[in-house]
């Protein structure tokens, strides 16, 4: 099987090339800079929240009032996959109005929250 060409990093100016994100220098730096889960709001409060939205939307691509998924494939497809995380739509980069959102959430099965992730949304 094929294998991806390499890519640059993804640090402005770094010559390493990688098979994707960042370089292992890079990447360390980075995790710094983004604080540990709990400082980014994914506390207890938010697993409870979090586990309560999964259990009304359950299936992945599965939003409040019936909004559009992003991202899910299965949902595109028509695939019925059983949810595994509840995803932010548009990322909340630390604005914790947008974190505590419900219209921002969707429940994403691991495939489809990975391709998004992936794709840095």
């Known amino acids: 099987m094929p294998h991806a060409a390499l890519r640059s990093c993804l640090e402005p100016h770094c010559p390493a090339l990688v098979d994707k994100g960042r370089c292992a220098t890079h990447a360390k730096t980075y995790d710094l800079r983004r604080g540990t889960a709990a400082e980014r709001g994914y506390t207890t409060r938010w697993t409870r929240?979090?586990?309560a939205f999964r259990?009304?939307?359950?299936?992945?691509?599965?939003?409040?009032?019936?909004?559009?998924?992003?991202m899910s494939q299965c949902h595109d497809i028509g695939r019925i996959t059983l949810a595994y995380q509840t995803d932010h739509v548009t990322p909340h980069k630390g604005d914790q109005t947008?974190?505590?959102?419900?219209?921002?959430?969707?429940?994403?099965?691991?495939?489809?929250?990975?391709?998004?992730?992936?794709a840095g949304l």
């Open 55 to 70: 259990a009304r939307y359950p299936l992945c691509g599965m939003r409040a009032n019936h909004q559009p998924p992003v």
């Open 49 to 51: 929240a979090a586990r």
């Open 98 to 118: 947008l974190f505590w959102d419900e219209s921002n959430w969707q429940s994403l099965c691991r495939e489809c929250g990975a391709r998004k992730s992936q």
